[in-house]
């Protein structure tokens, strides 16, 4: 993978795990996060795609 690359992907995965810090501290309750387990799985899918 090149330099540039890299720099690119760790970007974007700081952004997905700072979305998804944003999703849970929104959520007061088991219930806030099942209803937002899409938007979770959006941005964990992103990532593990990146790390492929």
């Avoid at 760790?10 to 998804?20: G, L, P, R, V, Y």
Wanted: glycine residues 2%; neutral net charge; hydrophobic residues 40%.
């Amino acid at each position: 993978m090149s330099n540039e690359f890299l720099k690119v992907a760790t970007a974007e995965i700081n952004d997905e795990i700072s979305t998804i810090s944003n999703i849970l501290s929104a959520c007061h309750t088991p219930l806030d996060v099942s209803a937002n387990a899409s938007k979770i799985q959006k941005s964990t899918h992103k990532i593990k795609g990146l790390l492929q």
